[in-house]
């Protein structure tokens, strides 16, 4: 019937009826399960290289990001990392920002940060090494503070996990490149490749 009143509509009038506007419509957009999870933690690991002389080392990170808007993220980090060759212990701490360009998939960002790194060697963290960790015993550390540089890229993975929340849990992987400078005894920079992994809530 719904084709026959057509087909007399347009004889009649030599015009086709207007579409219904509803059927104009676009399809709402789905957004990302991500959206709106401005918080995360995230561990990840680090390896690079520092002149004076060229030594190679690694570190452990744990951190914690929030978005304050969707440009810039706050981000706070802790390692403990070592140069084996020069014998040296490092407990780094870095305070920043990622600027990042919004968009879906992948996210490059700029990367300021305020660094901050207790440095001590391995025979003098043997002698109390719980608090030379912790940044409690001054006995051989060194404090170095600078300015940690760089670019990364940031992408939200398609897997979640359930659980007892009301939500499943979303995750991150990122990636950053950065240059460490830093004032004080010791190698004037470092260049680092980091790689995490991030629960975002």
Not at 45 to 64: A, H, I, Y
Not at 68 to 77: G, L
Not at 163 to 185: P, Q, W
Request: with cysteine; glycine share 12%.
């Amino acid at each position: 019937m719904t084709l026959l009143t057509t087909l007399l509509c347009v004889m009649a009038t030599g015009t086709s009826p207007a579409p219904d506007a509803a059927a104009l419509e676009s399809p709402p957009a789905v957004a990302p399960a991500s959206m709106g999870l401005r918080a995360e933690v995230k561990a990840g690991l680090s390896g690079g290289f520092r002149p004076g002389p060229m030594t190679g080392g690694g570190s452990g990170w744990l951190g914690f990001t929030y978005a304050i808007t969707p440009v810039f993220r706050f981000e706070v980090d802790v390692g403990l990392g070592t140069f084996p060759t020069s014998e040296d212990l490092l407990t780094p701490i870095r305070i920043g920002t990622h600027i990042e360009w919004p968009r879906e998939g992948l996210v490059p960002y700029l990367w300021l940060a305020l660094a901050h790194n207790h440095e001590v060697k391995f025979v003098d963290a043997m002698r109390n090494p719980i608090p030379t960790v912790l940044g409690l015993s001054e006995e051989g550390v060194v404090h170095r503070t600078g300015l940690d540089l760089g670019v990364g890229m940031q992408t939200d993975l398609p897997v979640s996990f359930p659980t007892l929340m009301k939500d499943a849990v979303h995750t991150r992987f990122g990636v950053r490149l950065s240059s460490t400078l830093l004032l004080g005894a010791g190698p004037p920079a470092s260049l680092d490749l980091v790689g995490t992994l991030g629960i975002l809530f």
